[in-house]
């Protein structure tokens, strides 16, 4: 197996600060751990503008039905994934809307498949079995940039003409490949050399969020701060949903409850029940004729 030396990337430097770090105690290991993840917030404020011109890429695409990847390996495959994991539960998407795809397939998730990564033909074959297509936005995410796996990906999304997002934390992986839109975290030496599952992985687990919140609120999936479509699954769900109902109707918890379960445990349509006087089949037509934004068909209302 030939080596491509990577001792010269930004994520593989050594730490000043924890040169020594096996001599310290578990106090003074901690606090030299949390002084170096207070620069994460500040790199990834840096990047704002980079990530609103990703999100605002994602949301034109996600609006017009098409569907988000995210592609990555080791540990920045299964931020990816989980970040597509929970965009269901908390904005009742569709499970294709947003997806995760790592190296190694589910086996990954548990367990390291360190040597998927070097495989570029995967990529291919795993995006198709997923059911990529001409449309569909790619967000390739390689802390490290040089991930075999990543860039075959978005080299095949690109050449299909689909838009394309690559985060790393390294300044030369913008020059490696040709995408739309690229977030650079150079979040600097990790406290462990190389171990991008620090504050590697803070920042993109950060810029991940960002992502998808950003564009679910831009999608109506939001109202103030309210998950909306929330979709009540369980007894956790049952309660807040019922609390969101009556923060936008200032109804008592029993008729909340009520409304709720009619609504069939949609707070968004609900929430329309109540404000337009309209039977459950009506109420969703409204949604969906205002793309299911829900100010479109309420207004601007208190919420208590």
């Known amino acids: ?8 990337l930004l994520t593989e430097q050594r730490c000043p600060a924890s040169a020594n770090l096996d001599q310290h105690s578990l106090v003074e290991i901690l606090h030299i751990i949390n002084q170096a993840d207070q620069q994460v917030p500040m790199v990834v404020g840096q990047a704002i503008p980079a990530i609103a011109a990703a999100a605002e890429l994602i949301w034109q695409q996600l609006a017009q039905g098409y569907s988000l990847f995210y592609l990555g390996a080791g540990t920045s495959g299964r931020l990816g994934v989980l970040d597509a994991a929970e965009c269901p539960p908390t904005f009742s998407t569709d499970p294709r809307m947003v997806q995760g795809v790592i190296a190694g397939g589910e086996l990954a998730l548990i367990q390291a498949v360190e040597g998927a990564e070097d495989n570029r033909e995967q990529a291919v074959l795993d995006l198709q079995k997923r059911g990529f297509q001409t449309g569909d936005v790619l967000c390739g995410i390689a802390a490290g940039s040089t991930t075999p796996y990543v860039l075959a990906g978005l080299e095949y999304a690109g050449n299909l003409g689909s838009p394309t997002v690559f985060i790393t934390c390294n300044p030369e992986g913008a020059k490696l490949i040709d995408v739309d839109q690229v977030i650079l975290l150079p979040v600097g030496a990790e406290i462990l050399t190389g171990s991008t599952r620090m504050k590697a992985g803070t920042a993109t687990k950060l810029v991940l969020n960002m992502l998808s919140t950003s564009v679910m609120v831009k999608l109506g999936k939001v109202y103030g701060n309210l998950m909306v479509d929330l979709r009540a699954t369980n007894s956790k ?14 109804l008592e918890l029993s008729a909340a409850r009520e409304l709720l379960v009619t609504a069939q445990g949609q707070v968004k ?20 004729e205002a793309q299911g934004h829900l100010r479109r068909v309420i207004g601007d209302v208190e919420i208590n």
């Open 1 to 8: 197996m030939s080596l491509t030396y990577r001792g010269h």
């Open 269 to 288: 349509t609900a929430v329309v029940m109540y404000h337009r006087g309209v039977d459950f089949a009506t109420a969703q037509q409204l949604l969906q």
């Open 237 to 250: 769900l049952w309660e807040r949903g019922t609390r969101f109902v009556q923060y936008l109707t200032g």
